[in-house]
Nanobody
């Protein structure tokens, strides 16, 4: 199994930046998995943010976050990051890290972290 632990969330003013981290551990390390970030705002469904392939060379984003958020992966440290810039109050949500042994259409995301809250004040 894979354990995922997010960190780096907190309170930030609009226009500011945060970098979230997700440390993977367990039987299989993050280098064997595609990794992704999702978020869930209060009263809303969980939505996709970004994903990155096993090697870290390919990624894709939700259109609404493209250009402001950057996902990256450090396979040596088995950690995936989400750099969030130009944050807006509507980015306020709990951010979740997820892992999938496959990358591409139809990803199932069988592994999830517990989430880290991000609050963007206006």
């Amino acid at each position: 199994q894979v354990q995922l632990v997010e960190s780096g969330g907190g309170l930030v003013q609009a226009g500011g930046s945060l970098r979230l981290s997700c440390a993977a551990s367990g039987r299989t390390f993050s280098s064997d998995f595609a990794m992704g970030w999702f978020r869930q705002a209060p009263g809303k469904e969980r939505e996709f943010v970004a994903a990155i392939n096993r090697g870290g060379g390919n990624s894709f984003y939700s259109d609404s976050m493209k250009g402001r958020f950057t996902i990256s992966k450090n396979n040596i440290e088995t950690t995936v990051y989400l750099q969030m810039n130009s944050l807006k109050p509507e980015d306020t949500a709990v951010y979740y890290c997820a892992a999938d042994p496959n990358y591409g259409p139809g990803m199932q995301w069988p592994y999830w972290g517990q989430g880290t809250p991000v609050t963007v004040s206006s």
